[in-house]
């Protein structure tokens, strides 16, 4: 019971279907960010449900670890094969299998991204809400329980996902949840594998959320004389009820790489991006009610995208924070850091945070979802230099002390993956050795994506 006696028996199931080409397991073995690589021994391509079925057992029973890819957009190593073995790429499952509008839903294999759905959705008037910026595929936005720059007003994927299809360890087949909005039947198995990050099954179909496109859309940029005074409008801005779509800091350093990158000429000050949805009245009504609240942090001129066009260059931009980032300092890798944090200790976590950027060897910009109290340093560290290493290390152990302290949490939405492993117990206490117990009753042989989320002897 060997890894190569399993990629033997998948050779003959799966025909071309299964590469061990130089070429494939060196793409399948690279993360985004500064990981080290790590190849798995062998690809495969499933076409169906049925087939990934078979690839499981076939690895269950030669002991070889399965790790499932998206498309690799993760930030946390989740799609590494740090143990080698099989790579499960659901490139090949992309159908939209049906839309129900009258139902605000739609059932979708895990390798449709979500740019492929929108464009499904176009002539619906229908869309699908979440955002994380990468044009990632839904089954791992699911396995990861993505977020993004539209879950303050609609959600996360743990919102947002009804009911699922899953391959177990040992290759059964389930379903969960239903095209309902609610149950109360049983154990809430959606919202286990919603996160689980394949950890504990693959994901092979979803059954997901959508909603009505809004009538009206306005989109803005306003500038701040601090950080602290972008902060606080968001916190009074989410405390007096205003309803927004999108709310996204950027400190100046964001700026200026957005300027360079994108060609942009913002003033290199803070700055929120926003966006609302509703009626012609209601997006006038509430643009006009958050402009009341900027002022009085002295906000500067808001810069209104109410076109389509404009409105999507704008959040293009934003899309493209971690490459502009990185652009900042060529040949540096990028440690995107993540924490979440309540919305009353927002600033304080942040400005924390700019402090200890101010003392560091290396540029790090900050950026995020702070509609909901989420937000990011990207650490532009040179992995050659030891000292950098090691500070980037200790502002991020301190960041996540400080999302702790602050009574939230180490990852709003990057995941765990082997990232932020060393977290866990703090931030869990023993519930993390429950979530250890889940994993070896429904995976006893640990060949789910071994070495991420929990630890098993």
Known sequence: MT?????????????????????????????????????????????????VAEIVKICARNESPVVPWGTGTSLEGHSLAVRGGVTVDFSRMKKVIEVHPEDLTCRVQ?????????????????????????????????????????????????????????????????????????????????????GSEGTLGLITELTLKLHGRPEAVMAA?????????????????????????????????????????????????????LEFHGSEASVAENAQRFADVAADFRAGEFQIASREEDRRALWRMRHDGFYAHTALRPGAKGLATDICVPISRLAEAVAETQDDLAKAPFPGPILGHVGDGN??????????????????????????????????????????????????AEEHGDAWGVMGEIKKALDPGNILNPGKVVRVN
Do not use: W
């Open 3 to 51: 890894i190569a006696a399993a990629i033997a028996e998948l050779k003959t199931l799966l025909g071309d279907g299964l590469s061990t080409a130089k070429a494939d397991l060196e793409i399948h073995g690279k993360s985004e960010v500064h990981f080290a690589d790590a190849a798995p021994d062998a690809v495969a391509f499933p076409t169906s449900t049925e087939q």
């Open 110 to 194: 895990p390798g449709v991204t979500r740019r492929e759905l929108e464009a499904e959705l176009r002539t619906t008037g229908l869309m699908f809400s979440v955002d994380p910026g990468a044009d990632a595929a839904l089954g791992g936005m699911a396995a990861t329980r993505a977020s993004g720059t539209t879950a303050v007003r609609y959600g996360t994927m743990r919102d947002n996902v009804l009911g699922l299809e899953v391959v177990m360890a040992d290759g059964r087949i389930i379903r969960t949840g239903t095209r309902a909005r609610k149950s109360s039947a049983g154990y809430d198995l959606t919202a286990l594998f919603v």
């Open 221 to 273: 940029m306003t500038s701040f004389p601090s950080v602290a005074a972008a902060v606080d409008t968001v916190i009074a801005t989410i405390q007096a009820g205003i309803p927004m779509a999108r709310i996204e800091l950027l400190d100046a350093l964001s700026v200026q790489s957005f300027n360079s990158y994108a060609g942009t000429n913002y003033p290199e000050q803070p700055h929120l991006m």
């Open 375 to 424: 937000f990011h340093a990207t650490l532009l560290v040179d992995v050659d230099n030891p000292e950098e290493v090691a500070a980037a290390k200790e502002i991020g152990a301190r960041l996540a002390e400080r999302a702790l302290r602050l009574g939230g949490t180490v990852t709003g939405e990057h995941g765990v993956g082997f990232g932020k492993m060393a977290y866990m």
